[in-house]
């Protein structure tokens, strides 16, 4: 059985954003029940409860782990962890920053696509991972790989990387809008343990492609990028001057977006990641998050734990 904890749920900055007082974010650190912060995104995975891969690592990683009693030390010996392996879905300063707070000496595996790993290579401080303890491992697109540990031991789960529509990192943008790319700047992945069926996790999309629909039909867990409602809210209001297209997300709604392009998928299990703090669909109360709970989808919450 495949076991899976959202560790965080928020878009970059997360929610409420430090440098935010939009009324969501004021609302959130106000304490406000119906608006409940979120750390930036990230899962944990096992296939039997005591290994656990991490599916990006978040800035605030330790505040993750300390929140999450699975991923606690255990047993007698002074270090301890049941972390086992990383896999890493893209370069992003929010989806690689927290691996330099696993650099205490605690081995383990480190997967991620070749332009990913680029990333890593290129920048000195990574290196605080010792690599005699963290492998850093070529992540296959389109190839399932089976997950083992620094030492080699397996952990029970497949994963198969698949690229999606998406972008370069912010941060090696050269000012120009660099368009859409999908060469494995961005990718998805699929996940199972054993023979069970698969899960899906795709925090940054830019579009549906038919072969991406094709993909996730039928499928029992989908954990989607659901970064905005609409392409221009941020622009509306005041966050920023950039649309969703830009940055190389989707938005939920739209003819083009994402409600509308799950529609008729048969996903058992479609749920929002990812969320910007502008998006109205983080507060409980809004009628934006009434109309996704409507077509059937789960707004993520830091915590809350799927099996399939």
């Known amino acids: 059985m495949l076991k899976l904890i959202v560790l965080g749920a928020g878009a970059g900055g997360g929610f409420p954003q430090w440098n935010s ?34 599916l990006n690592a978040a800035p605030e990683l330790l505040a993750q782990i300390a929140a999450t009693p699975a991923l606690h030390p255990r047993g007698d010996a002074v ?41 890593l290579d290129a920048n000195p401080i990574f290196r605080a991972l010792d690599p005699a303890l963290v492998p850093r491992r070529a992540l296959p697109v389109g190839t399932p790989l089976a997950l083992r540990d620094a030492a080699g031991t397996a952990l029970g789960l497949t994963v198969e990387a698949f690229a999606v529509p998406g972008k370069v990192p912010l941060f090696l943008e050269r000012g120009e809008d ?19 069926p698969a899960a899906f996790f795709i925090p940054g999309c830019a579009a549906l492609t038919p072969a991406l629909r094709e ?43 994402t409600l509308a392009g799950f529609a008729g998928l048969g996903v058992a299990r479609p749920v929002l990641v990812h969320l910007n703090n502008t998006n109205p669909v983080l507060l409980a109360d809004s009628p934006e998050r009434a109309a996704v709970v409507a077509a059937g989808w789960t707004v993520a919450e830091d915590g809350m734990e799927f099996t399939v």
Request: aromatic share 4%.
């Open 21 to 54: 007082a939009g009324p969501g974010c004021r609302r959130a650190r106000a304490g406000d029940p119906a608006a409940l912060p979120r750390t930036q995104c990230s899962l944990a995975a096992s296939a039997d409860g005591e290994r656990w891969v991490l």
């Open 178 to 196: 660099p368009g859409r790319a999908d060469d494995g700047e961005t990718i998805g992945l699929s996940l199972r343990a054993g023979d069970g």
């Open 79 to 119: 270090r301890h962890s049941p972390i086992a392996a990383v896999v890493l879905t893209g370069g992003e300063v929010d989806t690689l920053a927290g691996l330099l707070s696993l650099r205490e000496r605690h081995a383990f595996a480190l997967h991620g696509a070749v332009p990913t790993l680029a990333v």
């Open 215 to 257: 993909r996730l039909r039928g499928a029992a867990l989908v954990f989607f990028d659901g970064t905005l409602w609409r392409d221009d809210e941020m622009i509306r209001a005041g966050a920023g001057p950039k649309t969703g297209a830009r940055m190389g997300h989707m938005s939920i709604d739209g003819p083009d977006g």
